[in-house]
């Protein structure tokens, strides 16, 4: 189905969850976010994050830390509820939140109760507007009380991190989860009306075989997952430290990962799943498979999503919001981040300021990932004509009126390379990113 060509994967590059990538960020000048918040109009998304895990996984790269000290926590948790009432002040009335997402870390390392009251906090000071409500979990710290708190606040998305049902490999990446955890937080999911469950799995971990990516696919889908994304794991010990217990020498070659990305690819798609880009995968009644079909699929700071807006709130330590002129990260420090927020300031240092030339690649990018082809300029293809040539005469990718780029089916996988050609900012940066398989 698909042709490994290894020359094409000499380059690491970004995933593209946003553009220009957090790699581009810099200083802010003060006020920036105050004022993209305060012209802020019609439908907008928060984000919600929870910096804290009960365990700490080998391979992860979030921002996040163990939540034993209860005092951190509390001092967080204060401060995040006084960024919610900071930034919900700042908006104009005719600014209404659509989607609310939680994200981590893991939100369920703190208590149910907490997570009420942010939920209410929410509620008291932002404009809800038929809101779709979201949540990452860890099923290892799951409990029937979490349960019982997700269907109170009318969750209606989760999306877990199972990476794996390997007990081998669970064990090289330090997160070792029984399948009864698993199928009991899917049973208090779905008793609590979630109705579009994410699985986050991942190839090219240490040790992990075909055979063993078979049966996660499999079992996968027959504990029915409605979406399904088939990450490529990525080890950069050098930018995640605590990746260095991971025995390298225990993972997959370039060449293993790309079959497996095809393995997985080949059977989701021929067991009833509507491919989402190259690595996620929704069943066809689910709205990201609908926004996948309708071309309406965009890409934010948690991937694929089938969210409209233009304008994402970031709430919580280094989390990211999004407008059309500006991205902006929060403090990326704990401690910094609660100081700065409890005394009722804006704690976003780092970020950068969208040019039109900017938000133009953007859109070209964010395209060619989703849809999986762009109309651009002329002078857009001239820039990048004879970095293209490899991917066009190798059947990678067409080009058709002279500025419409599409990618092909056997090019799925050369999707983020493709893309890369585009963003000058590679040319210039040095940073290494992890493996675009």
Request: net charge negative.
């Amino acid at each position: 189905m698909w042709t490994y060509h290894p020359d094409l994967f000499e380059t690491p590059v970004p995933r593209y969850t946003s553009y220009p990538t957090a790699a581009d960020f810099g200083p802010l000048t003060e006020g920036e976010l105050e004022q993209s918040i305060s012209q802020a109009s019609g439908d907008i998304s928060l984000y919600l994050h929870i910096p804290f895990c009960q365990k700490i996984c080998h391979y992860c790269g979030c921002n996040t830390a163990a939540s034993g000290r209860r005092q951190r926590v509390d001092s967080y948790l204060q401060a995040l509820h006084t960024q919610i009432e900071t930034e919900a002040g700042l908006l104009p009335a005719d600014a209404g939140v659509r989607r609310v997402a939680f994200g981590g870390g893991s939100p369920n390392a703190i208590t149910p109760g907490d997570f009420i009251e942010l939920v209410d906090a929410i509620h008291h000071h932002f404009r809800l507007h038929d809101t779709e409500w979201s949540i990452e979990l860890d099923p290892r710290t799951m409990s029937s009380d979490w349960g019982e708190a997700i269907a109170a606040a009318g969750i209606t998305r989760a999306s877990m991190g199972v990476q794996t049902f390997a007990p081998h490999c669970q064990t090289a990446i330090g997160r070792e989860q029984g399948d009864g955890l698993i199928c009991r937080t899917i049973d208090w999911l779905r008793a609590a009306n979630v109705t579009s469950l994410n699985f986050d799995l991942m190839h090219g971990l240490p040790q992990q075989s075909a055979e063993d990516l078979a049966d996660t696919l499999e079992y996968t889908r027959i504990l029915g997952a409605d979406r399904i994304a088939l990450f490529g794991y990525a080890h950069v010990p050098q930018i995640i430290p605590r990746q260095k217990v991971i025995d390298a020498t225990a993972l997959p070659g370039e060449r293993e990962r790309f079959a497996m990305a095809e393995q997985g690819f080949a059977y989701l798609t021929g067991h009833g799943y509507e491919a989402v880009g190259f690595d996620h995968f929704a069943l066809p009644g689910d709205p990201m498979a609908k926004a996948a079909r309708s071309g309406t699929l965009r890409r934010n700071f948690q991937g694929f999503t089938d969210d409209p807006s233009p304008v994402l709130l970031g709430l919580g330590a280094s989390a990211i919001s999004v407008f059309p002129e500006l991205i902006a990260q929060n403090e990326k420090n704990s401690g910094r981040f609660r100081m700065l927020s409890s005394q009722g300031k804006l704690c976003a240092s780092e970020g950068i300021v969208r040019s039109a030339a900017d938000q133009a690649i953007g859109q070209v990018i964010e395209r060619l990932l989703c849809q999986g082809k762009a109309e651009m300029t002329a002078g857009m293809i001239a820039r990048v004509r004879a970095r293209l040539a490899p991917f066009i005469e190798r059947g990678l990718a067409e080009l058709t009126n002279a500025t419409t780029l599409h990618i092909t089916p056997s090019g799925l996988p050369y999707s983020r390379v493709i893309a890369a050609l585009f963003d000058p900012y590679r040319e210039t940066t040095t940073r290494r990113f992890s493996s675009a398989i």
